[in-house]
């Protein structure tokens, strides 16, 4: 969303699935309150899938995969960690 600011100001703000997206590979790679706040979002399973699949496109390693099949199932999205 683009809200600007008199003449000078542009703000840029993200949506809530581009949160759930950065917050997943966040919470990913560096845990801590990134998993909180992905929490805070509720993302559906549709909505995390889409997200998981975005972040392998950033990181391609099977570590990374594995990592984050098992963040999804500690997350309780058991069916997206055996889509992916």
Do not use: C
């Not at 969303?1 to 949506?15: D, F, H, Q, R």
């Not at 889409?50 to 984050?68: C, P, Q």
């Amino acid at each position: 969303m683009k809200k600007n600011y008199g003449e000078y100001l542009t703000v840029y703000y993200i949506s809530r699935i581009d949160q759930i997206y950065f917050k997943l590979y966040a919470s990913v790679d560096r845990g801590g309150y990134h998993v909180e706040d992905l929490k805070k979002l509720k993302p559906s399973a549709e909505e995390i899938e889409n997200a998981a699949r975005w972040s392998m496109t950033h990181d391609v390693s099977d570590g990374y995969r594995e990592i984050l099949k098992d963040f999804l199932e500690r997350m309780g999205y058991y069916d997206v960690a055996r889509k992916i």
